[in-house]
């Protein structure tokens, strides 16, 4: 069965750093489209940051230069390093994979990060 399972969520203060991990299983890694996003109570789901097949990455604006997405093939793990947090950067952090050529996706339970003196 397909697993995507976070982990590195926490409690940091402002201007520090995270960095989450995703580690999938039960899909064949390199066919899929990785990605991070997040939501706070109320609010939308937003897209923090992709990574492509080809490692082509995209982010949101309110992230651009704070955080970086990687993957690792050898692990079937995707990352997320977050510096320089926010406040505003609380939510839940969800894993996502996209396989676009069969419209596929798959989500990730969470993993919480709060960011608070």
């Known amino acids: 069965q397909v697993q995507l399972v976070e982990s590195g969520g926490g409690l940091v203060q402002p201007g520090g750093s995270l960095r989450l991990s995703c580690a999938a299983s039960?899909?064949?890694?390199?066919?899929?489209?990785m990605g991070w996003y997040r939501q706070a109570p109320g609010k939308q789901r937003d897209l923090v940051a992709t990574i492509s097949r080809d490692a082509n990455t995209n982010y949101a604006d309110s992230v651009k230069g704070r955080f970086t997405i990687s993957r690792d093939i050898a692990t079937n793990t995707v990352y997320l390093q977050m510096n320089s947090l926010k406040p505003e950067d609380t939510a839940v952090y969800y894993c996502n994979a996209y396989y676009r050529a069969r419209g596929r996706e798959y989500w990730g339970q969470g993993t919480q990060v709060t960011v608070s003196s």
């Open positions: 039960g899909i064949i890694f390199n066919f899929y489209d």
